[in-house]
């Protein structure tokens, strides 16, 4: 019996129509670039497993610290327990990451580094004797995660909709969606007037604001959206002015994606929260990270027990996770991995331009590892069919028959490589994509 079926027999997948989805794809290696079936197909990871990986898969140096890891410690406790990968990535993490950020709570993966933050930043102001502010306000086209509280703050959407009866409120602003301005402007005139809306709620809330969480630069789930640095920066001004505290989810951004190590850089922002997963351990293991100043920390720093910050997963700080984030630090500091991305962003800037006379394309957007194509179905009034329309699959089953794994959102595709991809390598994959867009009959 194949894999497949062996698989179709119990296994459920995430995100998938049940009866008319294809069949998963049998992997069973990877290395660098590429992934290898069962069935002996090689396929470039266009969209790096889900936006994990970015030095390869089985990379010697990563195979190496985990193995080496596992032999003297696998898993402990971290509640009154520490071990030295957990210390030392602390003391990495925090000698790279913006300014300030002290103290690094560990968790699982990305939606619970997340969830971590909407609770540190409730209780922060509960611990500071506000407890009236408690009003997230976050941004639309926001994604951060599947869990309760990580939905709440995201867009009302396909991935919330089912869920609402268990969200909390949030009050969502504009986001610097320029493609679509939601206030019919054009970037190349306008003052990043959005950032109005922003304004407008803090100011209305007023003391029951909590915090502001956004994606810094490029929401990612929610489109594949690049923003105007100083749209960035304008969201930690308007944060202090209104003296809330500003959470940036760098759970997809983190770790070189944008072209700098941390896209808060692109606006030299720092934010009081910051949200790590994903490429915090090169795609290896789940592994969460939220950071915070020490005046967040200090909130909770008492001799009384109900200003504790009650919360803890049992793989919170997993060793192996730990040894392998390291180990990819430290791959960032021998390799000049920042130098690698921004030679990616100039070949995906030159090799999608042209994509843009396409009569199906609407948008095109790329920053750092990064390269998004908006599909629209007319060019004029730019309509399209968003997250659920089935141009996406349709795509992906074409770009996987070249032996190119992508994994569209709807009517945007999207190219995220590993950072170690040649320059041959990802002028392939253009080609392949421009090919079967190209493709696509004229609206
Ligand atoms: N935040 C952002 C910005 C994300 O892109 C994602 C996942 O795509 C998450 C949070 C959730 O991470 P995870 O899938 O590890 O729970």
């Not at 997340?114 to 509960?126: D, F, H, M, N, P």
């Not at 009302?156 to 909709?161: E, H, L, P």
């Not at 959206?225 to 500003?246: C, H, K, M, N, T």
């Amino acid at each position: 019996m194949s894999l497949v079926d062996r698989d179709r027999a119990h296994v459920w997948h995430p995100y998938t129509q049940m009866r008319t989805a294809p069949p998963p794809l049998p992997i069973v290696s990877g290395k660098g670039v590429y992934l290898h079936t069962e069935d002996g197909r090689r396929l470039l990871d266009g969209i790096s497993s889900w936006w994990v990986n970015i030095h390869g898969h089985s990379h010697p140096r990563l195979n190496e610290a985990i193995a080496r890891q596992a032999q003297q410690l696998e898993h402990v406790m971290f509640a009154g327990c520490t071990h030295p990968a957990a210390v030392e990535l602390a003391e990495r993490l925090v000698a790279v990451l913006p300014p300030g950020l002290q103290r690094v709570f560990y968790s699982d993966n990305g939606s619970t580094s997340v969830e971590v933050a909407v609770k540190l930043a409730t209780q922060y102001w509960i611990n500071k004797g506000e407890p009236e502010r408690r009003v997230f306000v976050t941004l639309h086209h926001a994604y951060h995660g599947d869990t309760v509280g990580a939905m709440s703050v995201s867009e009302d959407s396909v991935f919330t909709r089912a869920f609402a009866p268990l969200l909390f409120p949030v009050v969502r602003a504009h986001a610097p969606y320029c493609y679509r301005c939601p206030l019919g402007l054009d970037r190349a005139s306008c003052n990043v007037d959005c950032l109005g809306d922003l304004e407008r709620a803090l100011r209305t809330l007023g003391g029951s604001a909590a915090a502001v969480m956004v994606e810094p630069m490029l929401q990612g789930a929610g489109g594949m959206i690049v923003w105007p640095a100083e749209f960035l920066a304008g969201v930690r001004r308007l944060s202090d002015q209104y003296g809330v505290l500003l959470i940036a989810d760098e759970v997809l951004t983190g770790f070189g994606r944008t072209g700098r190590l941390f896209a808060c850089e692109h606006a030299a922002i720092a934010p009081d929260i910051i949200c790590l997963s994903k490429a915090l351990t090169a795609g290896y293991l789940p592994l969460g990270a939220t950071c915070v100043t020490n005046a967040v920390y200090d909130a909770f720093l008492s001799d009384d027990h109900s200003r504790t910050f009650f919360h803890g997963h049992s793989f919170t700080a997993n060793p192996l996770a730990c040894a392998v984030a390291v180990a990819s630090l430290a791959l960032f500091e021998e390799e000049a991995v920042l130098d690698r991305v921004g030679r990616l962003e100039r070949q995906l800037m030159s090799g999608l331009a042209p994509l843009r006379e396409l009569p199906a394309v609407g948008d095109v957007r790329v920053i750092g590892g990064v390269g998004a194509i908006e599909l629209v179905t007319d060019k004029g009034t730019r309509g399209a069919g968003g997250y659920l329309d089935q141009i996406g699959p349709r795509l992906a089953a074409a770009f996987l028959a070249r032996g190119l794994l992508l994994r569209p959102l709807g009517n945007i595709v999207y190219f995220m490589p590993p950072y170690v991809i040649s320059e041959s390598e990802a002028a392939w994959a253009i080609e392949q994509i421009a090919a079967v867009i190209g493709a696509l009959a004229p609206a």
